[in-house]
C-alpha cells in the first residue's frame, strides 16, 4: 500500500514532501509553557496524467486546496503501507503558491504550514506559547507604625479606654499574570474528519492563569528584602481586574492586596485609620481645647472562590462592617488620645464630657470620619449634664445720696448724704443641657429636670450668706426648663446684710 495524506476530505495527489519542526515555548526564566510542532508541505497540483493541462485546470486545483485548508482543525491523517503516520488536528498557518517555469500550465508548487500541539487529555495542561508572572510588594509610604501607650489616664477614664494605640504595618501587594493561549482541537464526539475546539486560545490562556491565582506568602515574606514574619500578617481589600483578547488569543490578571498586621497588640481591627490632634490655648481664657479629627477606612475580607463557578464570589466582612467594627473600639480611646496630647500645655485633666462632637458615616466607601473637641473645664456639678454654666453677680452695698438741682448753680446739683447704704445682692444663674426625655406624661417630662441637683447648689451659696450676714432674704428665684432640648436654667437673687456696724462704701478703707 502507499502512503496517503488527507486533511479532512481533502487528499494530496501527490504526496507532498514532509518536515517536522518543534517550537519549544519558555518564559524568560527557561520555564517550559509547552511546544508547537509545525508540519511544512512542499508538493505541487497537477492534472498530470490522467488529466488534461492547462492553466485553468491546475487553477482550480489550487482553488480547491485553498478551501480544503480554509479551516482550522480538521483531522490531518498520514499513513504508509497501512500504517499510521501522524493523526492529529492542527491549525492551518499559510499556503504559499510558488511560479513555475510553464507559468501553472501543468503545475503549481506549494508551501503549506500546518500547526499542532502535542496529543494529551483535553485541557491537561493549558496549550500556552507564552505567558508572564511578577509580584510586587511595598510599604505604604502614606502611612506609618506607631505605638502610643495610653496608661497614664487609666486612674481617670476606667472601662473608658484601652491601654495601647497601635497603627499596624501596612503593605500593598500586586499579582500580575498573563498568558496567550493556543486554540486546541481533538476529535471528542465528532467525526474523523472534522474536529472540535475544546478551548479558544483565550480560555486556553484563562485556564493557565487561573490555576496561578491567589496570594503567596513566599513573596510576602520577601525573604532577604523585608523579612517579614507571615505569621504577623493577613490579606485585604483584596480586588481582581481582567483582561481579555479574545482574537488575540490572550488572558492577564492583576490582583491586589492591602496587607495589615490586625492580630498586634493595640490594633484596632481590619481598619486604615488616620487622625489628627490640635491643642490650643489663648491669652483670652485659662481653658485648654483639644480637637480630635479622624478618618476610619475598613478593610474588606473577600473570597472569590475558586474555578469558574459563578457563586464562588463573597465577601465575609464588607468595608463599611469592618469600619463599624473599628469604630467600636476607636471611640473609647479617642478621650485618652486627647488627655494624653493635652499634658503638654495643661497639668489639668480634661473634662470627659465632650464639648462638640461629629460623626459621619460613608457606607459605599467604608469609612466613619469624626470629630470631637474636649476641653479641662472643671467637673460639671450636676451629674448627666452635658453642659453647664454657673454665673455668680454680687452687687455691694452703695452710697444713698440726694441730688438737688439749684437754679442758677454752675457748679451743678448739690450732693447730700441720707446716711445709710443700699442692700447687698447676689445674683446666681445656673444653665444646664441635659440628656432628653422621652414621652409626653408629666412624670417624663420632667423626669431629667434638675431641680434638686441645683437646689443643692444654691444651698451652698446661701448657707455662704447665712454664715457670714445676720439678715438674708430670698428675693428671687426663677426656674426655666424645656424638656424638648433639655436646656435649663435658674436665676435667684438673695438681699442681705448684717443688724449691726458700718457697711463700708469705700475703696481705700
Request: aromatic fraction near 10%.
Amino acid at each position: 500500500m502507499a502512503t496517503t495524506m488527507t486533511y479532512g476530505a481533502y487528499s494530496f495527489i501527490p504526496v507532498p514532501l514532509m518536515q517536522i519542526a518543534i517550537d519549544n515555548h519558555k518564559t524568560q526564566d527557561g520555564t517550559r509553557l509547552g511546544q508547537t510542532f509545525r508540519v511544512i508541505l512542499n508538493g505541487s497540483v497537477t492534472p498530470l496524467p490522467t488529466g488534461t493541462a492547462g492553466y485553468i485546470n491546475v487553477d482550480a486545483m489550487q482553488d480547491s486546496l485553498i478551501s480544503a485548508l480554509g479551516t482550522d482543525g480538521k483531522r490531518f491523517y498520514i499513513t504508509c503501507e497501512g500504517s499510521d503516520i501522524l493523526d492529529v488536528y492542527p491549525r492551518v498557518n499559510s499556503i504559499n503558491f510558488e511560479p513555475t517555469s510553464d507559468n501553472w500550465v501543468n503545475r503549481a508548487n506549494y508551501t503549506v504550514e500546518l500547526e499542532f500541539d502535542h496529543n494529551t487529555t483535553v485541557g491537561t495542561p493549558p496549550y500556552i506559547k507564552d505567558a508572564s508572572e511578577d509580584w510586587e510588594l511595598e510599604f505604604a509610604q502614606d502611612r506609618a507604625y506607631f505605638t502610643s501607650e495610653l496608661s497614664d489616664v487609666t486612674t481617670q477614664y476606667a472601662n473608658n479606654y484601652y491601654n495601647r494605640d497601635t497603627s499596624p504595618y501596612v503593605l500593598r501587594m500586586t499579582h500580575n499574570l498573563s498568558a496567550v493561549g493556543k486554540s486546541h482541537y481533538s476529535t471528542t464526539g465528532v467525526s474523523d474528519s472534522i474536529g472540535t475546539l475544546d478551548r479558544a486560545g483565550w480560555e486556553e490562556a484563562q485556564a493557565y492563569v487561573l490555576g496561578r491565582l491567589g496570594s503567596d506568602n513566599t513573596f510576602l515574606q520577601a525573604s532577604g528584602v523585608v523579612n517579614l514574619n507571615v505569621d504577623d500578617f493577613q490579606y485585604y481589600d483584596h480586588f481582581r481586574n481582567q483582561n481579555v483578547s479574545e482574537l488575540g488569543g490572550s488572558f492577564s490578571v492583576t490582583e491586589s492586596w492591602i496587607v495589615i498586621n490586625p492580630s498586634g497588640s493595640g490594633v484596632p481591627g481590619n481598619v486604615l485609620e488616620d487622625f489628627t490632634t490640635d491643642v490650643r490655648k489663648s491669652k483670652s481664657s485659662d481653658l485648654t481645647t483639644v480637637t480630635i479629627n479622624g478618618s476610619i477606612e475598613g478593610l474588606s475580607t473577600v473570597s472569590y472562590g475558586t474555578g469558574t463557578a459563578p457563586t464562588g464570589f463573597n465577601v465575609s466582612e464588607s468595608k463599611y462592617a469592618a469600619a463599624q467594627s473599628g469604630w467600636n473600639i476607636i471611640q473609647n480611646r479617642v478621650l485618652p488620645r486627647a488627655q494624653l496630647v493635652s499634658q503638654a500645655l495643661s497639668t489639668r485633666v480634661l473634662n470627659s464630657g465632650v464639648r462638640t462632637t461629629l460623626l459621619a458615616h460613608n457606607p459605599t466607601q467604608g469609612v466613619i470620619t469624626y470629630s470631637y473637641e474636649y476641653d479641662d473645664r472643671p467637673t460639671n456639678c450636676i451629674s448627666g449634664a452635658l453642659f453647664e454654666n454657673i454665673t455668680v453677680v454680687d452687687n455691694n452695698p452703695t452710697d444713698v445720696f440726694a441730688s438737688l438741682t439749684v437754679l442758677g448753680r454752675a457748679a451743678g446739683p448739690v450732693l447730700q448724704s441720707i446716711g445709710t447704704v443700699t442692700s447687698a445682692t447676689r445674683d446666681v444663674s445656673i444653665e444646664a443641657i441635659m440628656t432628653l426625655s422621652t414621652g409626653c406624661t408629666v412624670a417624663n417630662l420632667l423626669a431629667t429636670r434638675p431641680s434638686v441637683q441645683a437646689s443643692g447648689i444654691l444651698c451652698t451659696f446661701e448657707t455662704d450668706l447665712t454664715g457670714s450676714y445676720t439678715t438674708v432674704f430670698l428675693q428671687n428665684d426663677s426656674e426655666n426648663w424645656n424638656p424638648k432640648t433639655g436646656q435649663y436654667t435658674r436665676s435667684t437673687r438673695w438681699v442681705y446684710s448684717n443688724c449691726s456696724g458700718l457697711p463700708s462704701t469705700s475703696f481705700c478703707s
